[in-house]
Protein backbone atom coordinates (compact mmCIF):
# COMPACT_ATOMS: atom_id res chain seq x y z
CA UNK A 1 0.00 0.00 0.00
CA UNK A 2 1.04 3.58 -0.81
CA UNK A 3 1.56 6.08 1.75
CA UNK A 4 0.02 9.37 1.50
CA UNK A 5 1.74 11.96 -0.20
CA UNK A 6 1.87 14.65 2.33
CA UNK A 7 3.13 11.65 4.83
CA UNK A 8 6.71 11.49 2.85
CA UNK A 9 6.39 15.18 2.44
CA UNK A 10 6.28 15.69 6.36
CA UNK A 11 9.02 13.25 7.14
CA UNK A 12 11.47 14.59 4.59
CA UNK A 13 11.14 18.09 5.88
CA UNK A 14 14.27 19.38 7.90
CA UNK A 15 13.86 19.55 11.72
CA UNK A 16 14.21 23.02 11.48
CA UNK A 17 10.67 23.62 9.06
CA UNK A 18 9.31 21.66 11.79
CA UNK A 19 10.48 23.59 14.68
CA UNK A 20 9.21 26.78 12.96
CA UNK A 21 5.90 25.23 12.30
CA UNK A 22 5.53 24.16 15.66
CA UNK A 23 6.76 27.64 16.89
CA UNK A 24 4.21 29.02 15.39
CA UNK A 25 1.26 27.24 16.21
CA UNK A 26 2.27 27.40 19.69
CA UNK A 27 2.64 31.92 19.61
CA UNK A 28 -0.63 31.53 18.13
CA UNK A 29 -2.51 29.65 20.20
CA UNK A 30 -0.66 31.11 23.04
CA UNK A 31 -1.51 34.94 22.15
CA UNK A 32 -5.34 33.82 21.17
CA UNK A 33 -5.38 32.25 24.74
CA UNK A 34 -4.31 35.52 25.89
CA UNK A 35 -6.84 37.59 24.23
CA UNK A 36 -9.65 35.21 25.31
CA UNK A 37 -8.40 36.11 28.96
CA UNK A 38 -7.74 39.35 28.28
CA UNK A 39 -11.79 40.04 26.85
CA UNK A 40 -12.88 37.53 30.08
CA UNK A 41 -10.71 40.30 32.43
CA UNK A 42 -12.82 43.04 30.52
CA UNK A 43 -16.09 41.42 30.64
CA UNK A 44 -15.95 40.86 34.24
CA UNK A 45 -14.59 44.73 35.24
CA UNK A 46 -16.99 45.97 33.26
CA UNK A 47 -20.35 44.27 34.52
CA UNK A 48 -18.73 45.05 38.14
CA UNK A 49 -18.23 48.81 37.37
CA UNK A 50 -22.01 48.44 35.40
CA UNK A 51 -24.01 46.60 38.06
CA UNK A 52 -24.35 49.40 40.58
CA UNK A 53 -24.96 51.88 37.64
CA UNK A 54 -27.98 49.60 36.12
CA UNK A 55 -29.56 49.08 39.88
CA UNK A 56 -29.18 52.89 40.83
CA UNK A 57 -30.81 54.07 37.43
CA UNK A 58 -33.29 50.84 36.98
CA UNK A 59 -35.76 52.91 38.18
CA UNK A 60 -35.36 54.95 35.25
CA UNK A 61 -34.13 52.73 32.95
CA UNK A 62 -36.80 49.82 32.73
CA UNK A 63 -39.88 51.88 32.02
CA UNK A 64 -37.87 53.91 29.39
CA UNK A 65 -36.81 50.58 28.01
CA UNK A 66 -40.61 49.43 28.15
CA UNK A 67 -41.82 52.89 26.65
CA UNK A 68 -39.68 52.82 23.64
CA UNK A 69 -40.22 49.22 23.30
CA UNK A 70 -43.84 50.08 22.74
CA UNK A 71 -43.69 52.76 20.87
CA UNK A 72 -41.27 51.15 18.23
CA UNK A 73 -44.27 48.07 17.99
CA UNK A 74 -46.70 50.90 17.64
CA UNK A 75 -45.18 52.21 14.64
CA UNK A 76 -44.51 48.83 12.86
CA UNK A 77 -47.69 47.56 13.88
CA UNK A 78 -49.32 50.87 12.30
CA UNK A 79 -47.08 51.10 9.09
CA UNK A 80 -47.66 47.64 8.87
CA UNK A 81 -51.77 48.18 8.49
CA UNK A 82 -51.26 51.13 6.76
CA UNK A 83 -49.57 48.79 3.86
CA UNK A 84 -52.24 46.19 4.28
CA UNK A 85 -55.30 49.05 4.16
CA UNK A 86 -53.51 51.06 1.23
CA UNK A 87 -52.90 46.72 -0.92
CA UNK A 88 -56.48 46.39 -0.33
CA UNK A 89 -58.12 49.29 -1.04
CA UNK A 90 -55.46 48.58 -4.19
CA UNK A 91 -56.88 45.49 -5.08
CA UNK A 92 -60.77 47.09 -4.71
CA UNK A 93 -59.98 49.38 -7.48
CA UNK A 94 -58.62 47.36 -9.58
CA UNK A 95 -61.64 44.34 -9.08
CA UNK A 96 -64.01 47.74 -9.30
CA UNK A 97 -63.06 48.81 -12.53
CA UNK A 98 -62.54 44.94 -14.01
CA UNK A 99 -58.85 44.49 -14.54
CA UNK A 100 -58.85 40.92 -12.60
CA UNK A 101 -57.11 40.88 -10.02
CA UNK A 102 -55.52 37.67 -8.60
CA UNK A 103 -58.37 36.57 -6.37
CA UNK A 104 -61.12 38.07 -8.58
CA UNK A 105 -62.34 35.01 -9.29
CA UNK A 106 -62.46 32.68 -6.20
CA UNK A 107 -64.47 35.92 -5.05
CA UNK A 108 -67.00 35.77 -7.82
CA UNK A 109 -67.26 32.04 -7.62
CA UNK A 110 -67.94 32.80 -3.50
CA UNK A 111 -70.86 35.25 -4.66
CA UNK A 112 -72.28 32.96 -6.78
CA UNK A 113 -72.23 30.55 -4.30
CA UNK A 114 -73.59 32.83 -1.70
CA UNK A 115 -76.29 34.26 -4.03
CA UNK A 116 -77.59 30.72 -4.51
CA UNK A 117 -77.92 29.84 -0.92
CA UNK A 118 -79.54 33.02 -0.16
CA UNK A 119 -82.29 32.39 -2.74
CA UNK A 120 -82.70 28.50 -1.46
CA UNK A 121 -83.14 30.10 2.17
CA UNK A 122 -85.70 32.72 0.87
CA UNK A 123 -87.37 29.71 -1.29
CA UNK A 124 -87.69 27.68 2.07
CA UNK A 125 -88.53 30.46 4.17
CA UNK A 126 -91.63 31.45 1.57
CA UNK A 127 -92.50 28.17 1.67
CA UNK A 128 -92.60 27.51 5.45
CA UNK A 129 -94.87 30.57 5.54
CA UNK A 130 -97.05 29.21 3.37
CA UNK A 131 -96.73 25.56 5.03
CA UNK A 132 -97.67 27.74 8.57
CA UNK A 133 -100.53 29.76 7.23
CA UNK A 134 -102.19 27.17 5.68
CA UNK A 135 -102.40 24.95 8.69
CA UNK A 136 -103.68 28.25 10.57
CA UNK A 137 -106.69 28.60 7.97
Known amino acids: MAEHPQSQHVGQQP???Q???AA???TAGGSLLVLSGLTLA???IALTVATPLLVIFSPV????????CLIITGFLASGGFGVAAISVLSWIYRYV?????????????ARLKLAG???EMKDRAEQFGQHVTGQQT
Open 97 to 109: TGKHPPGAESLDQ
Open 15 to 17: RSH
Open 19 to 21: VVK
Open 117 to 119: KAR
Open 24 to 26: TAV
Open 42 to 44: GTV
Open 61 to 68: LVPAVITV
